[in-house]
């Protein structure tokens, strides 16, 4: 017995990170398990605390998986999520009546992205303070929903993860090898969510305030530029995918003003945000506007008011916004505090301290009806975003630029919890910084962190696993219903409780 102790310790002593890395992948993976065999979801497409768009998901990836491609269509939503999707079908099989395969497998996806964030974050945070980290982003409440159930969030936060981690380590310069990878994960992010091809400004100027200012600027402008020249090679396929569709559109509605054919990931820019900015608008998703516009609320190119915003949504809404300033700008303020709303969520199975009774707004995740942890976190979160701007922790301001794009795209479009969910990896950092710099001057606390955030994490566990023993915890839900089947719209606004 001594002489496996022994063992064990010097398999520590001597390779603590990948010991590291290997732990927090299994702890979280198992957290997600224990979580999964506790809903009474687990077995079913989507989550009772995300919808989402797990219906077009499905469909796509089933008509990907048989190799039958779905009818010419706009090209509305990213193709990554959905083609992995198909291809884990493909792999393990149809579904034949329970999606928990599935589930679990995203559940893998999610608990190697905390591993991979905790090693990259040693290098920022220290490794006591990295730890904490990963505590806080393998037990979040909000990952626990999104990592097993079928949401686009689950892939985008690896891609988003290892592009912070690829601009942190080469921001005074990348070699080729890195300006490559950085291009090609930038790329695999946009056709995950279109927006974030519009982080390469946010990105440029990082590099551009940390460059290494004794280096020839040539080289290093032509490495960038490779960068960003690959990412636009790794989006080329899928642009010419859709000039094709786009085309074949537009030939079929010749009294119709064209659709431009031009159109990288998507096209839903324009339409999102006349949906976003209008009278009717309430700061999350809300399909009336299009609604309105006939065709029972599903887009159709040959829609003329449809095809309208579709071209002109972007002049439709800055002029709503222009006619109707103080409108605009509670809508604004809307918008910042449904993002703002993910603070609000908290940790373990049980959504602690929050709790688990709340709504969960259409296209969105969950959110508690206690939310007193949003005011303190997002005034934390401004504290680490403002010391990021000085000198000592200049190095944490590509956390607070990839917050700062994320704000803008929340105020021109939709406001979403699991928007505030989904930049994690440069989130939590920012939440810590106040606290680490508080802490610098007592360097005995930095000893004891690891200790109590694997204590922390052992009682979240074992929350976990006296929950799912119990097995399957029940919910009460209401809503609007549909009046020909009875049954909860999914789509629309529903309120949930836990069963007594």
Sequence with gaps: MSRSIFSLRGILTRHPVPVGVLGTFLLSLVLRLLFLEASMDRNWPFSIFFYGDSRFFHTYALAWARGRPAQVSLPYHPPLFPGCLGLLYQ????????AWPYKVSLALLNSATVAFTWWWWRRVLGTGWSLWAAVLFSA????????????????????????????????????????????????????????????WPFVLLYVWLHRD??????????????????????????????????????????????????????????????MANHAGATGGFTPDLINRLGQDGHLDAANP????????????????????PADAARLLAAKLGRWLDGLSLGWGVSNLPSGLSGTREPVDVFVPERTWLKGPLALLLLLGAGLSCLAPYRSYSLFTLVLLHRALITLAFFGYTRGMLVVFPALVPLLLLPVKALASSRPTLATRLPVLASCALLLLWLEAGMLALRGPRDFMASGSTDRVSGKLIQDDQVRLWPKR
């Excluded at 090679?233 to 031009?262: C, D, I, K, M, S």
Aim: glycine share 10%.
């Design 305 to 324: 008011a449809q095809r309208h915003l579709l071209l002109h949504g972007y002049t439709e809404g800055l002029r709503w916004m222009g006619e109707h």
């Design 91 to 98: 792999l393990l099989g149809e579904p034949r009546g329970s």
């Design 140 to 199: 979040s409440f909000g990952w626990l929903v999104l990592s097993t159930t079928y949401s686009n969030e689950v892939l985008y936060v690896l891609f988003l993860s290892a592009t912070c981690w690829l601009v942190f380590e080469h921001r005074s310069g990348p070699r080729w090898w890195a300006a490559v990878l950085l291009g090609g994960v930038m790329g695999l992010g946009a056709l995950t969510r279109a927006e974030h091809l519009h982080l």
């Design 213 to 274: 200012r004794q280096a020839a600027l040539g080289p290093q402008l032509a490495r960038w530029a490779g960068a960003v020249g690959v990412s636009l090679l790794v989006l080329a396929p899928w642009a010419l995918h859709n000039a094709r569709v786009l085309q074949e559109l537009n030939a079929r509605t010749p009294g119709l003003e064209p659709l431009p054919v031009l159109a990288p990931v998507t096209v839903y820019g324009p339409i999102n945000f006349a």
